[in-house]
């Protein structure tokens, strides 16, 4: 039986810097794929240690933890804390291309933002239906929706939106239902 704590379980687990000997090089991280936090029901980016010893001084080190057999920890931690020798051009390097975790307040804000723009744009809408064609609200719509910087939403969504400003909810229940549908089907696969 082998002992998942031994040095030999880990050998695919290190860097190439960390296997070459070259551990002032490792950055502590060799890949980075979703991660999902069921205690705080939120996804996010997870980063995939090196499980050399030379990392165990590490500060990330203790908020390590197993994500389908590999070492993990979330992105924005590892990118906050993380003390090795290699971390700091690995740091510059995600920076230069733009990737690492995004900040979940500026999600939000960003996030409010959008329905804030798209309730504006609704309501301009909806208070001059009245003598109006479906086609003339549409086009309004996406109009409106344009000069807040938005894109119009699927022929679909859009459809049921114009209805919805008429007083007709149906097609956006049924589209709800559909979605709904589509939820329960993606977590029967799971």
Excluded at 83 to 88: F, I
Excluded at 140 to 167: F, H, I, N, Q
Aim: with cysteine.
């Amino acid at each position: 039986m082998v002992n998942r704590d031994s040095d030999e379980s880990h050998q695919g687990m290190r860097t190439p810097h960390c296997l070459r000997g070259r551990h002032v090089e490792c950055p502590h991280v060799f890949g980075s794929g979703p991660g999902f936090y069921r205690r705080a029901l939120r996804s996010e980016q997870e980063v995939f240690l090196c499980t050399c010893e030379c990392h165990a001084p590490c500060p990330v080190s203790g908020d390590r933890r197993l994500l389908s057999g590999m070492v993990t920890v979330s992105a924005r931690t590892w990118r906050d804390s993380c003390a090795c020798p290699g971390s700091e051009a690995e740091r510059a390097e995600w920076e230069r291309l733009g990737f690492g975790p995004p900040d979940p307040g500026e999600l939000f804000t960003e996030a409010r933002r959008r329905q804030q723009a798209r309730r504006e744009a609704f309501n301009a809408v909806k208070a001059h239906t009245a003598g109006k064609s479906l086609e003339e609200i549409r086009e309004r719509y996406v109009t409106e929706l344009r000069a807040r910087g938005e894109e119009p939403p699927s022929p679909e969504a859009l459809d049921a939106t114009v209805a919805a400003m008429t007083g007709n909810l149906l097609p956006t229940v049924r589209l709800m239902g559909r979605h709904l549908v589509e939820v329960v089907r993606l977590f029967r696969q799971t």
